[in-house]
């Protein structure tokens, strides 16, 4: 295929941002052109999927492939985390269809690419971006975000959350046993804590994240990665437990410093989503649940700009505020989800906990406000609000299961479908077109 000089929408990164992204926005019959920088398959971290991402990739109508690609299904959650265990089910409901999986990311990430090929969308391998003239740009080039960090050079990492992750494959391993059918594993060592997710290949990844000058330390100490992680893998008898008579096949991978935002999700000609915009610590799995959301609002955003429904100021507002609303959501929830162990004396520990200035930066207090005030009924809502004033201050969490405690402030109805949660008169819509619905009552009576 040869490379057109212009196009309607630019697509920078082929990621689960990019590829849905620009899958959402051929379905609308615009010209969408994207651009990856590695040729697919490629090696990609980010395996544990959320059911959070089943409703995007249906409208996307790619649900299918993914059902029909045999990826381990994911039944929910097992945190063993200090002195206390518990699970998280993804369906209560007594049906077992799976809403969720463990997905080896090459094969996952190449099914959702591939399916907005087949949407239309011009796709170029192995093409580098290294400079923009704007037509309309949506950035998702992951970790490495081209506008965030060579054109704007707005990206600010994280006062909390300074951290490094370590991980390596397995096979041969014994399944966990117990907690949710194909659940990954969170357990928590006295410095850090260790995932464990089974993969339709036979393989377990398994990953430590532990504080970047606690890693340093051991580093210097013991003189390898691989030290460092064996000896912290002794620490956590759950997974050693998983890794009797198995046999590592991949050398160590190492990521660190993972956790931050830009300080603008978008601007005059361009969108910022996915990794490129913000990455949370991978402790509850959202990499890919915020890749795919951002996705979405960024679509319905650009659609109804370019059909000229709003105007483009507008579109921005609504799509930096609604993101941005959410990954301040998770962002806090991890935040107590660490403050909630009980081993208090750990630096790994204390170090996750948000400063003033981190939440004076992030408006934390203004974000769950913001959380509060969506919950229906007062009483759960006064209850919420006290939890979040007494994190905000300090205080320890009070219930062992962090996501227990905040179900009353997670489960929410803060949809931007809905028009009562509609940022300065605009809320997403999805029929006949994928677009910004405006509120009535925002509308301007027509003097004539």
């Known amino acids: 295929m040869v490379m057109r000089e212009s196009t309607q929408i630019l697509i920078i990164g082929g990621g689960p941002a990019g590829s849905t992204a620009a899958g959402l926005l051929a379905r609308e019959g615009f010209q969408v052109t994207l651009l990856q920088r590695d040729r697919f398959p490629r090696y990609h971290i980010g395996e544990s999927i959320l059911p959070s991402c089943r409703p995007i990739f249906e409208m996307l109508g790619v649900w299918n492939k993914i059902q029909a690609h045999g990826f ?95 991980w390596a494959y397995w096979k041969n391993a014994k399944p966990l046993d117990r907690g949710p059918k194909g659940a990954i594993a969170v357990c928590s060592l006295p410095n850090g804590w260790f995932w464990a997710i089974p993969l339709h290949d036979g393989t377990l990844s398994v990953g430590l994240v532990t504080g970047r000058d606690l890693f340093n330390d051991s580093r210097g100490r013991l003189n390898s990665i691989q030290a460092v992680y064996d000896e912290a893998l002794a620490q956590c008898p759950t997974v050693l437990e998983m890794l009797d008579g198995a046999e590592q096949v991949t050398e160590m991978k190492v990521e660190q410093d993972y956790s931050y935002a830009s300080e603008t999700f978008a601007g005059p000609g361009y969108l910022i989503a996915g990794d490129a ?114 994190h905000l201050n300090g205080a320890e969490s009070g219930d ?31 029929q006949p077109r994928l677009g910004l619905g405006t509120r009535a009552e925002d509308l301007v009576p027509d003097p004539s």
């Open 72 to 166: 381990q299904p994911k039944g929910g959650a097992y945190f063993q985390w200090g002195p206390e265990e518990w699970e998280v089910r993804f369906n209560n409901m007594g049906d077992d269809t799976p809403n969720a999986w463990q997905v080896v990311r090459s094969e996952f990430d190449k099914i959702l690419l591939d399916h907005a090929r087949e949407l239309g969308v011009e796709v170029f391998e192995g093409v580098s971006v290294r400079d923009i003239e704007f037509d309309y740009v949506i950035d998702a080039s992951g970790r490495g975000g081209v506008l965030t960090t060579r054109h704007l050079k707005s990206r600010r990492f994280h006062d909390v959350f300074r951290n490094v992750a370590a």
């Open 277 to 390: 915009a913000c990455f949370l610590d991978p402790l509850l799995s959202t990499g890919v649940h915020l890749a795919t959301y951002s996705a979405m609002l960024g679509a319905a955003s650009v659609a109804s700009v370019l059909r000229g429904e709003v105007a483009e100021q507008d579109a921005q507002r609504f799509y930096s505020t609604v993101y941005r609303h959410a990954y301040q959501r998770l962002l806090v929830l991890v935040s107590v989800f660490y403050e909630s162990y009980r081993g208090k004396e750990y630096h790994f520990y204390n170090a996750q906990r948000l400063t003033s200035d981190e939440r004076d930066r992030l408006e934390v207090q203004a974000a769950f406000d913001r959380i509060v005030t969506g919950i229906a009924d007062l009483n759960d809502a006064q209850q919420a609000y006290k939890l979040v004033q007494d």
């Open 400 to 430: 062992p299961n962090p996501l227990a405690n905040l179900n009353r402030v997670h489960e929410i109805k803060q949809s931007p479908f809905d028009p009562a949660n509609a940022v300065d008169g605009l809320y997403l819509v999805t």
